[in-house]
DNA sequence: CTGAAAGCGCTTACAG
DNA sequence: CTGAAAGCGCTTACAG
């Protein structure tokens, strides 16, 4: 519990301010307002800065500012490495334009029984300011209790049972979809079935309108070709053999999730058809399984988010507005008709 | 800039004084050295924690300690995502177990031009004490600079540059592959190939060293039926087929990666044959797509890992051990013979 | 067993 | 333009 190596070690502000000639309010000033300081009081602080190695000690600024220009970041232990699972990827992006907003992220766990005891401790102790809120669901009691406490924070996913809130960011499944049903048609698959998640999620019901969206705009003409299948391989390969039965052996078939397409690519081989060239497919999130299988998939725009999270959580309130990120559409050989196999 | 909100309500050390009737160092000394306290003071203090929601700021304690409690966690943009990639899942179960240890992580990003300047930076301003290093390399600069400069780490993976280090936590992927091989044998299959990564990665070498233990202990002597590929899908599916040929239609394969045992399933595939019940086949590292695929695998185990890291970061340096931990075969379909299929 | 004092390293009005 | 003063919230010897 003694002080580390590394801070006995570490020059301070007076050490700086000594070896320059000058106070420490001067130093002081040079870094966070050097406008006030004359140009070569300023050189020579910046000099001996330099020299010296100086940084300022976060946690004597987190004091005396009274913040901690940090966020907190919640990992959940049960969404962790499950494929779709963008989150990681997110955290990523979050980390490195951090520092860019002079901040950091702090990682942290939710409590099993009290989903927001961690976010209690972590703002009492003045460890963050705020927190990035990432896997919003229906009935989640986050959003609301964070905006009652006043506390800053932005979520990742609409906050869909409190329209009115305007600070998340998140991905434009609808339009995503609509542009995979685009590619498909032009690609010539005569039709385009889905392959979705039951009614009543929030994500997959914004998919599903958006594959909905393609078809209208086209001459194909297929809306009741659809099966439902929940988040499992072998469910969603049953489902897909049996939309493949109605599609007569041509087509295409735009999934919710690379999961569910992979239960559609699965099902096309088993009814001895090849993805891409006989049966296009397309999937969602594009995980390191799309790029292992040559699926094609809508990737997430993780840094656009990132970029976007970092400007509701510093920006003016006022201008505040959420962010609807549109995906990129990956294309490999399972939506490609010529396609060149390889070896 | 300025105070957060959450900062100018909470209370501090000196509200919960006052409303005991103590001073502040008494009120202190409950949260760091209660014995020091009468019990009846002690237990007024106490409630008053309590009833005001009084949580010693972090920051303070920080400058006064002259410690952070905090860790610093690389992420790599270029490796997170990727299949095999359980890196994630360690921070995971580091974050889960970090408050046992009164301490919390902070996540950063490496500069591409200077690997350490991050670790540099946490370090001069204080932010953190040590780090945890993961994605050990040979030729890592990282260690040998963080021994140098006297900076608590723990490594996760093995510092194969210095042995002589022991502050490493490490899966026994030799003892993995060693307990994947008996389970083959068990199953039945006659022999077990091996589909390795080409000699000269630690990890790698270590896996295929495992193999040729578990052959070592059998009747099967099979160590010929052994090919190398990349990471990397089509590789690994062309080096697999190679591999089929000279087995003749029987035995099973064992994998230095799950996306390997992928390509081997795939050429299985192809040859007309089942992974499982004709063709065993077993990956390594318990990957989304092992579980989604009904690939036998080898799970890391990535808890008792945090656990031995911060073992190894806040035990005594003296009594520091390393920690090679076994991963847990997790047998699925592909290595069965009398599977039930699902529907 | 309790409290007065010093100080961790910084920032921010404010006086000169 | 520069510096003396106060203070952020806590902990740690130390005196009583």
Chains 1, 2 share one sequence.
Request: proline fraction near 5%.
């Amino acid at each position: 519990m003694s002080a580390t190596k590394a801070a006995r070690e570490r020059a301070t502000i007076v050490d700086v301010a000594r070896a320059a000639g000058v106070s420490r309010q001067t130093v002081s000033n040079v870094l966070n307002r050097p406008e006030l300081v004359a140009a070569p009081t300023r050189d020579r602080v910046r000099q001996e800065i330099v020299r010296l190695g100086f940084a300022p000690n976060v946690a004597a600024q987190q004091l005396r500012r009274r913040r901690a220009s940090a966020y907190g970041f919640e990992v959940n232990p049960s969404l962790v490495g499950k494929m779709g699972h963008i989150l990681d990827g997110f955290l990523v992006e979050l980390t490195t334009t951090a520092p860019g907003h002079q901040s950091h992220l702090v990682t942290f766990t939710a409590d099993r029984d009290d989903v927001l005891a961690g976010y209690r401790q972590l703002l009492g102790t003045g460890l963050v300011d705020g927190f990035i809120v990432g896997d919003t669901r229906y009935g989640d009691p986050r959003p609301a209790w964070l905006v009652e406490s006043g506390v800053p924070f932005v979520a990742f996913g609409r906050i869909w049972d409190l329209p009115a809130l305007d600070q998340w960011v998140d991905v434009d499944g609808r339009a995503g979809m609509r542009t995979a049903v685009e590619h498909l048609l032009a690609e010539g698959y005569g039709s385009v079935a889905f392959l979705g998640w039951p009614v009543g999620s929030p994500a997959g019901d914004d998919r599903r309108q958006g594959w909905l969206d393609g078809l209208a705009g086209s001459t194909a003409d297929t809306p009741s070709l659809v099966e439902e299948s929940v988040q499992d391989l072998n469910r969603a390969t049953c489902a897909a053999a049996r939309l493949l039965e109605r599609m007569g052996g041509a087509g295409a078939i735009l999934c919710a999730s690379d999961l569910l397409a992979l239960g559609a690519m699965r099902a096309v081989r088993a009814a001895g058809l090849e993805p891409g060239s006989d049966i296009g497919v397309v999937g969602m999130d594009d995980s390191d399984v799309a790029e292992a299988l040559e699926l094609t998939s809508l990737r997430q725009p993780l840094r656009e988010a990132a970029v976007a999270a970092w400007r509701i959580l510093h920006g003016d309130p006022k201008g505040r507005a959420p962010a609807l990120l549109a995906p990129t559409l990956i294309i490999r050989n399972s939506s490609t008709r010529s396609q060149e196999k390889k070896p």
